[in-house]
């Protein structure tokens, strides 16, 4: 919302300067974003006569001007289609420069040498309007400096309102806020102005509303015998200032009030209503109607239409229609000043996607109880702008009256929230500047009426708001209370979920932060069969398109990101949350998964050892890892269900549930990344699972006080059993002090018996009691060989 | 030839006794290689006596294995030892150059934007709140609703919202997971929520669709305006030093009554600077008082019970915390960056 100072001074006095006012605003709420002078560069442009006007004896659009400045006569070639001798201009002289930067010199146009330039509004910036020269009264002083003739330049102040104040997106609502930040109050506006006596508008225009919920108030003046033209000077500039473009004298009255007052008013050709008749009614659903952009929209039951006797005229409170536009032959105005529901006019705005100043306005809620307030501003300016008549009676349906709300503020309440400490006295001296009126006040309870203008003062807390805003948050003191309810236990799942990053960092892995949206095409692998791609309805690009699916997507992602830099060896993981839509059921499965990445080589060729490539025993490795640290170690390995995996892969098993799995990516995948070379191995892991299964209760093992004895251990065993088993019948068969087993060789080949493998296991016992003897650990090992024996048909292996 | 327990047992004393008389009169690295073949080679006398051991009884042959695998294990630790005590010699010396780089280790990292969340995180926590997580596909009642944001409110333009079908959406900002701790425990409450967020942003050097944010509520009797500013003060000053000053703009939200922006001072201590826009200040987020509405939604008595909330963007402080200009570079995870963290 833009407004100027010059228009904000209309309305209240105050001696801030703009720097002042731009914080004083902000630290009311009322967010100053920008602030600046409009700066014209005026030197060398001067009022100038046009004497004489003949054709351009080489153009049929251009003229050759004879223009005085007083000082001189000056020979202009000019395109303007208003020329006319007698007229007076602006003049850009030799040497002066325009809004545009373009610095004006001698020139010869089509052959005839200008000297200078007679400009339009948009040339010096003024307003827009390009159409034309610049129009100036004829008893302005040739030769006067055009700075001097515009007076000071303005400063325009850019507002961010926030949606709970619509009174704001004003002029009046705004100087309202300065007069009850500085302590004034408003000026009052006069809305006097001739009517025509002893008509009757009944005669005129009758005005029915169907449905005083969505209509509340219809308001509405006739004034007859206009002149359609442009603005003044002042308005069209002024619009100019707040971003408005002139359009006419009458349409730009309509927004010079609406955003004085900020109630939207609307003018209707009166001779373009059919049958005398205003009618506010809903749509029909289905029904068509062409708005003032020429755009038309289809309509359901839900819209409120403004119609005559035959058709809708107006769509209510968002655009008028094309049907009852005001053009250049109009000459009666019905002037609409109304009061829609928000609900209503955003419901209707947003189906047909059509916000505009207005609906803007109506939607966030004007005044009900000001819009006769806000029709005779305009009638007044249509009667010294437009020379109109303006009848002396006119229309206003009120069918559902909106009255002030009235609100109990209790004074203990409102330094209880606030933290602070103010009487009664300190807290109504705020009220009159805003207009809250006082019903009575009794000891701590404080009876309000908040205006109707507001309609976000509903609740005490409202109220409470309003004295924290102008008492200013600044003076409300900080405290610092000790800790509350410290006794909460900490969140156990978030903390552990730190602990695995730390586990994860570690040992070596970068941690990496992806976004979680991704393409339908990237995420299809990944997507567990009978599940869908959870699709967003209204995605920005095909590239994010709906929810990560894996977080090995992710990562492959950052892998072909790093690899398109020159970066192939890497080693990354992230945690974080992937998701699907379900078939079975309504909704979504989100979850928290955990992934890693190697990629490309462990080492590089250096001076102590040759280059070494990532290998499935690498992130099997990483994987045993972190499941030790979480104190989970007996996970089993299975077939992999996820078509993304080479035959280089595993799934992990934990109390035999699915939780993850890991290994190579296969080739298809890696194409679809557009990786080209696949020496990429990953993990997923699903971290309910890892959280669930973690060890939760660490206690200390006593470390045993005697030595451990080291026995190694060769066997010969069919190829095909898996060594997880082997180990496992291992620890089940050596007794209590077997505390360690460590596979240290490993064999399938011509060396031995084909459909069996040599695997060698270096075993330690240890016992906490007493040294063991050699006896014990004998025993123990021949328990072992004749279990593993039985069990699988192993043997020793022979020297 | 069978051989019993006895005969191997004194074979393995005899070849100790031999063993330690060759060793001791080794002088150089060659000759203690040479001791090493005659006992440890594959046809050297150790390997001699494994094969011997098959020809033993079963009951017999562990005990012998464990006294064989002693000498053996004996025996390369002595060789070891000595072997070791020649490499103090000129040619070892020569060898060794203590600038060579070392072994290059692969070094883990956290990323920068979960670095700053985990300072956060260890900020709150050490004042008494707990952190709570929640899904980053929501419900509509969550994520808007039961904030007192209702279907066709002004204020939902805030909110430039991603729409998964049905009730779904992706949330706007974590304080659905307040809407959801609320409605599971009963005050007092203090509790932050970390974690992603998504608005229909189009990624530009300052905008993302995907942001992380943390929020936080406390909620008991008494609870006011002044202690909202206590503890965001408090927090400034622990993550920007103790001169890190606070300020306090009215706003608006529809689940905080009253409402507020706040700011942090910049670094450049008020003298006015880029990164400030001159203004000396960075705005960092919204902050209030709980709205009563939003306390009949989870059924707590706004007659007896009062809160605050406030949120931060974690991109914005670790913006400022790093200078890092570009938004977009957190999430392409190029490892040049993330090595520098």
Known sequence: MKVTLKWLKEFVDFSLTPDELAHALTMAGLEVEEFYTERHDFSKIVVGKVLSVEKHPNADRLTVCTVDTGDGQFSVVCGAPNVSPGMLSPFAMNGGTVANGMKITSREVRGVKSSGMLCSEAELGLSERAAGLMVLPENTPVGLNMEDYVGNPDTVFDISITSNRPDCLSIIGIAREIAAITGTSLKKQKTTFAVTPQENIDDYIKVDIKNSFKCARYSGRLIQNVKIKPSPFWLASRLHSVGIRSINNVVDITNYIMMETSQPLHAFDYKKLAGKTINVREAVDGEKFVTLDEQEHILDKEALLICDAEKPVALAGIMGGLNSEVDNSTETIFLESAYFDPGNIRRTAKKIDLFTESSRRFERGTDPNGTVFAMDRAAKLMQELADGRVLSSFIDNYPRKITPVEIDLSVKNTNKLLGTNLSAENITAYFPALEIGINKQENDLIQIKAPTFRPDLTREVDIIEEIARLYNYDNIIPVLAPPVNQEQEANQKVNFKDQVRHYLAGFGFKETVAYSLVSEKLAEPFIPSKNEFAQLLNPISRDMAGFRPSILLSLLTTVAYNRNRQKSNLRLYEIGNVAWKDQQKEGFTEFTQIGGILAGKSQEQSWYGPEESYNFYDIKGAVAALLHKCGINGYEQGQVVEPFWDVESSSILINGKYCGAFGKFNQDVCSLFKIKVADIYGFFINYEELFENRLKDKKYDPVSKFPSVPFDLAILIDANIALHEIEKEIKNSAGPHLIKIRLFDFYKGEQVKKGKKSIAFSLTFSSKECTLGDEEVEQAVNNVLAHLNKLFGAVLRPG | ?341
């Not at chain 2, 033993?56 to 004996?74: C, H, I, M, T, V």
Request: charged share 25%.
């Open chain 2, 1 to 341: 030839m069978a051989e019993n327990l006895q005969t191997i047992i004194a074979q393995i004393s005899e070849i100790a006794a031999e063993f330690n008389k060759d060793i001791q009169q080794t002088k150089s690295r060659d000759d203690t290689e040479q001791v090493k073949v005659k006992f440890l080679s594959r046809k050297g006398v150790v390997q001699n006596l494994f094969v011997l051991l098959g020809t033993l009884e079963n009951q017999d042959r562990p005990r012998a294995g464990a006294e064989l695998n002693r000498l053996k294990n004996d025996i390369q630790n002595a060789i070891d030892e000595k072997l070791k005590s020649f490499q103090t010699g000129k040619r070892s010396i020569e060898l060794f150059d203590p600038t060579l780089p070392g072994k290059e280790y692969h070094i883990g990292s956290f990323h920068p934007l979960l670095q700053v969340l985990d300072e956060i995180k260890d900020i709150f926590v050490g004042m008494g709140f707990r952190i709570e997580e929640g899904n980053e596909i929501e419900t509509d009642y969550h994520n808007f609703e039961a904030l007192n944001i209702p279907p066709d409110h002004p204020s939902r333009d805030m909110h430039d919202t991603f729409y998964m079908g049905g009730k779904y959406l992706l949330r706007t900002h974590t304080s659905p997971v307040q809407i959801h701790t609320m409605e599971q425990q009963k005050p007092p409450i203090r509790m932050i929520a970390p974690g992603k967020c998504y608005r229909k942003d189009t990624p530009d050097a300052s905008h993302s669709p995907i942001f992380n944010q943390v929020e936080g509520l406390c909620v008991d009797k008494g609870v006011s305006f002044g202690d909202l500013k206590g503890v965001v003060q408090a927090f400034a000053q622990k993550m920007f030093g103790k001169d890190a000053k606070v300020r306090f703009r009215p706003s608006f939200f529809p689940f905080t009554e009253p409402s507020a922006e706040y700011d942090f001072s910049c670094f450049c201590k008020g003298k006015g600077c880029r990164v400030c826009k001159n203004t000396g200040w960075l705005e960092i987020s919204g902050a209030g008082m709980v709205d009563p509405a939003v306390f009949g939604f989870v059924d707590y008595d706004p007659q007896v019970y009062s809160g605050y909330a406030f949120g931060m963007g974690v991109e914005r402080i670790a913006m400022l915390k790093y200078r890092v200009n570009d938004i977009r570079i957190f999430y392409e995870n190029d490892v040049r960056f993330l090595e520098q963290f």
